[in-house]
C-alpha cells in the first residue's frame, strides 16, 4: 500500500531490528511514562497482514518496553488471545480470511477476551468500518499512514486508561465512592450504573464519558473537554469519536439514554431531573 509505505521511507531508521535495546535502556527512559518505566513490561498483540508495516508497529512497542508480537491474521490472533489475553491489541480492519471486525466482535462476545482494549488500525477511506469497529467496542482507533510517535501515544493512553480502571476497581474492594444522579448509581470502583433493579455494563470508555458528565449534571462540556477528562492528556483524535461512545451510552441506557442531551454547536450534558420537572 503507498501510503503505508510512505510512512516506512519517511522513518527508515525504523525499520532496524531492534537489536542491543535492553531491558535496563528501556526503563531507563526518562520519559514520566506511567506504564514504561515500570518493571513489568504490557504484552501487545499487533494484527497486520502487511509485513512492513508489522514490523514498524512491534518495533517501536519493542522500543517503548512492551512485549511486542506480530501476527498476520485474524485466526491466528483469535487464538493467541484466547490462550492468553494481552494487555493490549492492536488490530487492522482489512485482514485477509476473518478481518478485524469479525475480530472484534468475536473478541467482546468471549468472556475470557472480552474486556482486552482494542486499537483498531484503517486505511483512509475505511472511516464506517472505523465507526462500526467503535460500536463493536474498539477503545480509540489509527489512520494510515501514522507515525510511531502518534501509534505510541494511543497505546500509552489506551494502557494508562485500563491500568487506572483496574486500580479503582481494586481500591473500591470494600469502599463506596458511588454517586447517585437521576435515579442512575454510578459505580466509578465497579465500572457499573445501576438504575433500579437493572445494572448496566459499559465499556471502559463508555464508562468514563458518562462519569465524566455525570459528575458535574447541568454543565455543557464541548467535545475537547470530555476527550481531555477522558484521556486525561491531549492527542489528536477527532470528535466522531465521542459522538461514537455517546450513542452507545445512550443505547445502552434505553429509555434513561435522553439524560445525556446533545447541546447544538457545543457539545454534550447530562441532564438532571427535579422531582418537579414534567418529564419526570
Ligand atoms: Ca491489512
Redesign the pocket.
Known amino acids: 500500500m503507498v501510503a503505508s509505505l510512505d510512512v516506512v521511507s519517511l522513518a527508515p531508521e525504523m525499520m532496524t531490528p531492534p537489536m542491543g535495546i535492553t531491558s535496563e535502556r528501556l526503563q531507563a527512559r526518562p520519559d514520566g511514562s506511567l506504564l514504561w518505566t515500570s518493571a513489568s513490561r504490557p504484552s501487545v498483540l499487533v494484527v497486520?497482514?502487511?509485513a512492513d508495516i508489522r514490523e514498524l508497529i512491534t518495533y517501536n512497542l519493542l522500543k517503548e518496553g512492551c512485549q511486542a508480537v506480530g501476527m498476520a491474521s485474524g485466526e491466528e490472533a483469535l487464538e493467541a488471545i484466547r490462550r492468553q489475553v494481552p494487555a493490549l491489541v492492536v488490530l487492522?480492519?482489512?485482514?485477509p480470511g476473518i478481518d478485524g471486525l469479525s475480530v472484534c466482535r468475536l473478541v467482546r462476545s468471549n468472556a475470557k477476551t472480552q474486556a482486552v482494549p482494542i486499537l483498531v488500525v484503517s486505511?483512509k477511506g475505511e472511516e464506517a468500518d472505523v465507526v462500526a469497529g467503535l460500536n463493536l467496542g474498539a477503545d480509540d482507533y489509527l489512520t494510515k499512514p501514522f507515525s510511531p510517535k502518534v501509534l505510541i501515544a494511543r497505546v500509552r493512553a489506551v494502557l494508562r486508561r485500563y491500568s487506572e480502571a483496574k486500580t479503582m476497581r481494586e481500591e473500591d474492594a470494600g469502599s463506596e465512592p458511588s454517586f447517585q444522579v437521576n435515579d442512575l448509581v454510578i459505580h466509578p470502583g465497579r465500572h457499573q450504573v445501576v438504575r433500579g433493579a437493572q445494572t448496566i455494563d459499559f465499556t471502559v470508555t463508555e464508562f468514563r464519558v458518562l462519569a465524566f458528565l455525570a459528575e458535574k449534571p447541568g454543565r455543557v462540556f464541548t467535545r475537547q473537554q470530555i476527550l481531555d477528562g477522558v484521556h486525561g492528556d491531549n492527542y489528536a483524535i477527532t470528535d466522531r469519536a465521542i459522538d461514537v461512545q455517546i450513542v452507545g451510552i445512550r443505547k445502552k441506557l434505553g429509555d434513561a439514554g435522553g439524560y445525556i442531551e446533545t447541546v447544538r454547536g457545543v457539545g454534550y450534558r447530562f441532564r438532571e431531573i427535579y422531582a418537579e420537572d414534567p418529564n419526570l
Open positions: 497486520e497482514d502487511e487492522d480492519l482489512m485482514l486505511a
